[in-house]
C-alpha cells in the first residue's frame, strides 16, 4: 500500500501534484493519471485521488494506492512500482499558516534481495512534521 500521512499539527489542504512514472511526468494526481497507472497493473486495485482542494486532517492516512490480497512473493512488480518507479509528489499548504509546502515519498536505494524478499521499511528517520508518505 502506497499512503499519505498527515504528521503534522493540524490539517493540509493540497494545492497541486505531480505524478511521475519513471522519471516522466504524466500529469496531477487525478482520476484520469490514476486509471492511466492503474491500468498497467495485471490485478485488481485501489487508488484515491488527492485533488486541490482536498483536506488532509492531523493524523490521517490516505491510501494513494493498493492491491487487493496483496501478496510479498507473487507481488514483487508493486513493491518495486511504489518504492522506485513511481512517485507522486503533493503539494500542500497548512491552515494555519505556510504554503508551498511539498511531500514526496523517500529514496529506496536499490538493494539485491533473495526472490520474494522485501525490505519491511525504509531506515527509521525522525518523522517530519506535515504530510508523509509511507509504503507497506
Known amino acids: 500500500m502506497l499512503s499519505v500521512v498527515d504528521a503534522g499539527l493540524g490539517p ?25 497507472v492503474v491500468s498497467l497493473f495485471p490485478t485488481e486495485s485501489k487508488a484515491h485521488s ?9 493524523g ?7 492491491l487487493a490480497g496483496f501478496g510479498e ?6 513493491w518495486d512500482l511504489i ?10 499548504e497548512s491552515l494555519y ?6 511531500v514526496t515519498p523517500p529514496v529506496f536505494r536499490k538493494k539485491r534481495l533473495p526472490p520474494g524478499r522485501h525490505p519491511r521499511s525504509p531506515t ?13
Request: aromatic content about 6%.
Open 73 to 78: 512473493d507473487e507481488n514483487d512488480w508493486f
Open 97 to 102: 499558516g505556510g504554503a508551498n509546502f511539498a
Open 60 to 66: 490521517q492516512s490516505t491510501c494513494l494506492l493498493s
Open 124 to 136: 527509521r528517520r525522525p518523522r517530519p512534521r506535515g504530510l508523509a508518505h509511507s509504503s507497506t
Open 50 to 58: 488527492l485533488r486541490p482542494g482536498a483536506v488532509v486532517l492531523a
Open 12 to 36: 493540509a489542504i493540497v494545492t497541486s501534484s505531480v505524478v511521475r512514472l519513471d522519471g516522466e511526468a504524466i500529469g496531477q494526481r487525478d482520476y484520469h493519471t490514476q486509471q492511466r
Open 83 to 92: 518504492t522506485r518507479r513511481l512517485v507522486i509528489e503533493i503539494v500542500y
